[in-house]
């Protein structure tokens, strides 16, 4: 079993960054794929990215390439979301996610644990 631990939301203004990290435990951390999706106010959550269990192949949403950077440190049970140019429609509560398989997917169906979730708020 994996227990997932959001942290690094907050606000900020447009144009900035913020770095989301996802804190894992249970031992077999790295043999899951993992993954960001979003949800914004009145909105479905969406995709954001997603990681291999090595973190050798990445994968985001069309809308977010060159923006956002997923990232993991299997030693320390980490996954982090690095996210640049910040727009008041990036604001969302972001949430972490891990998948049983080694290169994952962007359907949240997938994924079998889920962390509680960190809210980012950009202004304009």
């Known amino acids: 079993q994996v227990q997932l631990v959001e942290s690094g939301g907050g606000l900020v203004q447009a144009g900035g960054s913020l770095r989301l990290s996802c804190a894992g435990s249970?031992?077999?951390?790295?043999?899951?794929?993992m993954g960001w999706f979003r949800q914004a106010p009145g909105k479905e959550r969406e995709f954001v990215a997603v990681?291999?269990?090595?973190?050798?192949?990445?994968y985001y949403a069309d809308s977010l390439k060159g923006r956002f950077t997923i990232s993991r440190d299997n030693g320390k049970k980490m996954v982090y979301l690095q996210m640049n140019g910040l727009e008041p429609n990036d604001t969302a509560v972001y949430y972490c996610?891990?998948?049983?398989?080694?290169?994952?997917?962007?359907?949240?169906?997938?994924?079998?644990?889920w962390g509680q979730g960190t809210q980012v708020t950009v202004s304009s």
């Open positions: 249970g031992h077999t951390f790295s043999n899951y794929a």
């Open positions: 990681i291999s269990w090595t973190g050798s192949a990445t």
């Open positions: 996610a891990a998948e049983p398989s080694a290169l994952g997917t962007k359907s949240e169906t997938d994924f079998e644990y």
